[in-house]
């Protein structure tokens, strides 16, 4: 054995300070290896407000509480600019993309239905005629995500966990609940107007756990609806919106005039989706996304966990009332307190300091466009019936008498491709000959066929929107824009969506909660930016279709 000896204690206080200093690196070097990667948080909640404007942030702000929307602006991270880019902008799209990173071309998900050319039927976005309903006997349980055809955030953390991970959704739109919680998902849950319960389908178990059957033996949603809906302030305090009376507000049923108060237990009777297009369908959602929370013991886990949150009221109030309305406001301050209900209990349940939560909406809305032409500003409606009859008269003489037109779908045209091959005729032309009619019509601004967004030609502005939300297998023939403010719409009260315009794209995205700064950023976004944002903050793949980009200002 060999000895080292050292002359003096000199000597060994440098061997000394070698090992310290070696130690200490080693040290650091292990901290530093902890450090590479993001600590991940107990839980993700993510929030999506249907038809949320990213201005009713600024034009509400004043009257907000402390703890709901003002509490996620002024302690997270705050997008002002961030946008769908894509065509068209309606509820199943818009989910599908937050929760995917990617638009209708990839997740396939084009609009909330669609016409099938292979089976020649209508196809709703979640419908499934192979699964049972449960909470329920009707159709409305025969829901499931088998259309999406890609993976979701859920998907991937539910992967990377080796299925450890808890994931569910709820909302009460099906499609709403479905699309953000994923393929993958652990469960769904959403509301049926008939028998006024939350339920879900066999997709995700046979039968449905026994908390949420106690939850529907409360009648919950009766109990909401037990009450007037008055403004939540005085009448006279709601200065950003329109007065309580104008002939652009749709009326319920039995209403003679859209105003305050809306005697709700005498209306309950006239509509079974009543609970939906009231403030308190919201609060039934808070109250049940709090019993997912406890009974599914979300965030108690060893991995993180998953909650997808869609907020649907705000839909039905706005296409009822239109953006301007008393109702809109007043819906939108109560889903502040809603908001602020929501993270006292993440705060309680979970811990401040371990859950990320992100808010964004699937849509904005337009102005109604009376009331933009009656302020002189643009907009009008558009009944697409008298377009698309007198196009059939025109392709009659010009191809010979037939149905070429197989299905109208909104702005959409579907060819019979079967019949025009066995004519013999060229599909591009016969596509070409519906685009340059239709765009003869008052309030049409344009319109793209699908060969010639099948051709690879790159274009920018609404070119682009249309080609990101393109999908060769379900996407139909002839794509219709309307102009700006124009809307395809029944009523001349209310409002719509699905443009490519600003007032249907720019949406809130907020980022709050565990690893996330606090901050603002201006520059323009994508929605598709969210799920790969999500993902490297939980150190995991990103979703199998996504095009977005990590969002470096959330992620320092």
Known sequence: MNVIKFNSLKSVFFLLLILTAGSTIAQNAKTESKEIFYKKPKLVVGIVVDQMRYDYLVRFYDKYGENGFKRLLTGGFNYTNAVFDYVPTYTGCGHASIFT???????????????????????????????????????????????????????????????????????????????????????????????????????????????????????????????????????????????????????????????????????KDSSSELIRQVPMGNTLTTMFAKEILKNEKLGKGNETDLLAISYTSTDYVGHMFGINAIELQDTYLRLDIEIADLLKSLDEYVGKDNYTLFLSADHAAANNPVFSSDNNLKGGIISMKPIIDSLKGYLNNIYGTADYIMNTNSQNIYLDRVLIEKKNINLRDIQERCARFVIGFEGVATAVTASDLLSGTHRSGMYELIQNGFNQKRSSDVIIQLQSGWLSWSTKTGTSHGSGYRYDTHVPLLFYGKNIPQGKGHNQVSIMDIAPTICTLLNIEFPSGSVGKPLVEVLK
């Open 101 to 267: 990173g990617s638009g209708p071309a990839n997740h396939g998900i084009v609009s909330n239905d669609w016409y099938d050319r292979y089976s020649r039927k209508a196809l709703y976005c979640v419908s499934d005629s192979t699964v049972k309903p449960l909470g329920t006997t009707s159709v409305s349980g025969k829901m499931s995500p088998r259309n999406l055809f890609t993976s979701t955030i859920g998907d991937e953390l539910k992967l990377a966990s080796n299925f450890r991970s808890k994931v569910i959704g709820v909302a009460l739109k099906d499609r709403g609940s479905i699309l953000t919680a994923g393929s993958g998902a652990d469960a769904a849950y959403w509301h049926d107007p008939y028998s006024n319960n939350m339920i879900s389908s066999t997709y995700y178990f046979n039968e449905l756990p026994k908390w949420v059957e106690n939850f529907n033996k409360r009648k919950v949603a009766d109990s909401l609806l037990s009450k007037s809906w008055t403004t939540l302030l005085p009448i006279e305090k709601y200065t950003e919106s329109t007065p309580d009376n104008t002939p652009y507000e749709g009326l319920f049923d039995g209403e003679k005039t859209p105003t305050f108060p809306h005697n709700l237990p005498a209306l």
